[in-house]
């Protein structure tokens, strides 16, 4: 059982990338699953979520915007488009899984955690 994020890269500032979220072991569709972030020096934040039927969706102020959040259960898959990227959205990135609790960016109430990926914006 687990989720595997994929998708990141070196990219230009101003350019994108899509990050895709997938899961093994288990079905997505009976879950929440969030977006974080962590860069060097700093906590894990949370930077989208979307619940399991995709009916609500997340934000953090930071990405509002730029970087849309979907999900494809019939692919087991979680997609986070990043558009307009900047060199403050270099981190390494990570796809949670959320099995209990609210609406929430918060890290603890996520559980399974993929393995993240990294994404460095610069010229």
């Known amino acids: 059982v687990q989720l595997q994020a994929s998708g990141g890269g070196l990219v230009q500032p101003g350019g994108s990338l899509r990050l895709s979220c997938a899961a093994y072991?288990?079905?997505?569709?009976?879950?929440?699953i969030g977006w974080f972030r962590q860069a060097p020096g700093k906590e894990r934040e949370g930077v989208s979520r979307?619940?399991?039927?995709?009916?609500?969706?997340m934000y953090a102020d930071f990405v509002k915007g730029r970087f849309p959040i979907s999900r494809d259960n019939a692919k087991n898959t979680v997609y986070l488009q990043m558009n307009s990227l900047e060199p403050e959205d270099t981190a390494v990135y990570y796809c949670?899984?959320?099995?209990?609790?609210?609406?929430?960016?918060?890290?603890?109430?996520?559980?399974?955690w993929g393995q993240g990926t990294q994404v460095t914006v610069s010229s």
């Open positions: 949670a899984r959320q099995k209990v609790g609210p609406q929430s960016l918060h890290p603890t109430w996520y559980d399974w």
């Open positions: 072991g288990f079905s997505l569709g009976n879950h929440a």
């Open positions: 979307i619940s399991s039927n995709a009916d609500n969706m």
